[in-house]
């Protein structure tokens, strides 16, 4: 049954960048102490959101200064599962006014090891993390009371964070505000790992310390603005007052912490969905591909620069996308929008072990050619996220030969084009079936991202497939 939010002031269907543009202040780090705010918020069950965004954060650590970061903005609200930015879990309980969900969600805290801040330097590096949690959320009119439990899955830290945020929604015209407050208890292994100093890290000017257990306190406001049916401007700005046992760590600059966040995003949801049709049909997608060669990059690619595949180390991927259409002639236009799940099989030939790919995507596709009436064709772009059981032999080959990090997690990216089979061969019944080529393409945007572990580099795949509707 689809909750009902009628009595929520300022909870109104399309509000999805506010609380994408929220989703992501609090997860990136500006509060590390923020519940998700995201949660149920898409204007149709089974909808799925994009956007970009920009954020500035003042670092803890002395020397640290200013960080920025590209946050590419990803969420889809399903029945049971959704993705919030940098969290994904399943929905327990959720009849409008509470809800129970478990989740996996990525820590923005720490530094990587190529960003040490000066005073930091010989410290070893304190990775981001994965968080495994549940959380509480109740919902009234006069506003939202959240509870988390978080306890860190990737061994890095080993703590665990308690959170408790009360939230106010609040709106007037094309303009939304969300002001929010969240405490954080913070145990002893999570605050000695990010801000404490190990024995064997000492020196004359840093002496060893651990600050233990404390309490961060967080203050957030939140906005967005209705550009368009589905376009929002997004807008966030966060204050968080760290223990004082924390503010005594000797690597610890500031006493607080501020972060600013601009950005936009696009709420398919907006629109009567194909996917809510019963006759909305399923595509099914089988691929092939080879690696490049390291420096056929994307661009040169789809610029017909680069078309050739590694002759030394080549490696090769196999796999099935099924997608769904979101929205059919987006604004009368011949564009298509499509959401698609893909799992990939890597083939590394011996040169390293083979694993799987987990890719999700959006996909617009552009069929507006002269000749599409004779032979359709498409034109196709997605965007979305790629989670590797392992890193792929030619991302781990060819970033350790620069000496860079490599990530698990990166950006997705998915050029096509193909060409009606029934339309070449003179057979109906094949109208929807199409031939093409393609690029699976693997990145951490420039180093710009700490979702994707600022990793500068990916891969290329070039693939031939086949899709068909069903």
């Known amino acids: 049954m689809r909750p009902n939010h009628d009595h929520i002031p300022a909870l109104r269907p399309g509000l999805l960048g506010a609380w994408l543009g929220a989703a992501l202040v609090a997860a990136a780090g500006l509060a590390h102490a923020n519940t998700d705010p995201l949660s149920d918020l898409l204007s149709v069950p089974g909808s799925a959101g994009l956007g970009l965004g920009v954020r500035a954060e003042q670092s803890p650590y002395v020397g640290g200064g200013t960080r920025y970061d590209l946050q590419p903005l ?95 929604d609040w709106r007037a015209g094309r303009l939304a505000l969300r002001p929010s407050l969240t405490v954080a208890a913070r145990s002893a292994k999570l605050n000695n790992y990010y801000y404490g100093v190990r024995p064997g890290e000492a020196t004359a000017t840093r002496p060893a310390y651990e600050p233990g257990s404390g309490i961060n306190t967080t203050l957030g406001m939140f906005a967005t ?105 987006l604004n009368g236009w011949p564009v298509d929008i499509v959401g698609y799940v893909g799992l990939l099989q890597h083939d590394d030939r011996g040169l390293a072990p083979n694993g799987l790919q ?73 109208k929807d079936t199409y031939l093409g080529f393609g690029v699976s393409h693997r990145s951490g945007i420039f180093g710009a991202s700490r979702l994707f572990g600022n990793v500068n580099g990916g891969s290329n795949y070039i693939y031939t497939y086949v899709e068909t509707a069903l």
């Open 358 to 430: 987990l890719d999700a995507f959006m996909k617009a596709y552009y069929y507006g050619f002269p000749w599409s009436e004779r032979v359709k064709t498409r034109l196709g772009l997605g965007i979305g996220v790629s989670l590797a059981q392992r890193v792929p032999y030619v991302e781990s080959s060819s970033q350790a030969g620069r000496g860079r990090a490599t990530s698990r997690l990166l950006n997705y990216l998915d050029p096509s084009i193909d060409f009606s089979l029934g339309d070449l061969i003179g057979r109906p019944r094949l």
């Open 74 to 168: 990803y969420l889809y609200e399903g029945k049971r599962v959704f993705l919030h930015g940098s969290r994904a879990g399943l929905k327990l309980l959720d009849d409008g006014n509470q809800r129970v969900d478990v989740f996996l969600d990525q820590r923005f805290e720490g530094y990587s090891g190529d960003r040490i801040p000066p005073a930091l330097a010989g410290m070893a590096e304190r990775g981001s993390g994965l968080d495994a949690g549940v959380s509480y959320r109740y919902r009234q009119p006069w506003g939202t009371l959240q509870a988390e439990f978080l306890q860190d899955a990737s061994s890095f830290s080993k703590g665990s964070e308690m959170r408790l945020s009360y939230a106010y």
């Open 225 to 329: 603005y209705e550009l368009s049916e589905g376009w929002r401007l997004l807008g966030g700005v966060t204050h968080t007052l760290l223990d004082s046992k924390v503010k005594a760590s000797p690597i610890i600059g500031k006493s607080a912490q501020t972060g600013v966040f601009v950005g936009a995003a696009y709420d398919f949801g907006t629109y009567k969905g194909s996917w809510t049709q019963e006759t909305s049909p399923t595509y099914f997608k089988l691929l092939y591909g080879k690696s490049t060669e390291d420096g056929c990059h994307l661009a040169k690619i789809i610029t017909l620069r680069c078309a050739s595949t590694a002759k030394v180390n080549s490696t090769r991927i196999a796999g099935v996308q099924i997608g769904k259409p979101f929205i059919e002639q």
